[in-house]
């Protein structure tokens, strides 16, 4: 793990605050703020979690996500109820921790960023993906993609989710 993104956890404080982030809002970061939000869920730790998605484009504003994320999600038990909107200035204030889908993503949210400070709180959601998935070093949009697309976006964020609560959990 790169050691800007230890220092970014390192410096997370309570109750966690992560945004994720990709550029419609309408797949890889709503289904990232759901599976997050479940696994949270289950270990009965909602109070200590602030969660929320967001897009670096400006496409799907006020749009619920993407109809065949909703799908796939929904056969894992996640109701993907959030509203699309874009990444906002204020973020880099409210959210400890902003995590990017891809490269891309993340150069647009740095170019976004005020300050150095808010840079520092910019990750990329690879960096916690672990098992046969660590292959990835992005998450795919699946936006153009078959059903297949779709899963595998899914599986890579129940492995990143997964590792980030548990290294968050320990801090």
């Known amino acids: 793990m790169k050691s800007s993104t230890e220092a970014a956890l390192a410096a997370m404080t309570y109750p966690r605050r992560i945004l994720f982030v990709c550029l419609g ?8 703020e759901g599976v997050m939000r479940k696994i949270v869920s289950e270990h009965h730790d909602d109070a200590n979690w602030i969660i929320d998605s967001a897009g670096t484009g400006r496409y799907h504003i006020g749009d619920l996500p993407d109809r065949r994320m909703r799908a796939h999600a929904v056969r894992r038990d996640l109701h993907l109820t959030h509203i699309c909107r874009q990444v906002r ?16 993503n993340e150069r647009d949210l740095r170019d976004l960023a005020p300050t150095p400070e808010a840079q520092a709180k910019i990750v990329q959601m690879s ?4 098992d046969t998935f660590s292959r ?14 779709f899963e595998l976006v899914l599986d890579l964020l129940q492995s990143g989710c997964a590792e980030l609560y548990r290294m968050l959990s320990k801090r």
């Open 127 to 130: 960096e916690f993906v672990r």
């Open 89 to 104: 200035e204020s973020d880099f204030d409210d959210f400890d921790l902003i995590v990017a889908m891809d490269a891309n």
């Open 136 to 149: 990835y070093d992005y998450i795919p949009d699946p936006y153009y993609e078959g059903a297949e697309g």
């Open 25 to 32: 809002n309408i797949c890889r970061s709503p289904a990232a």
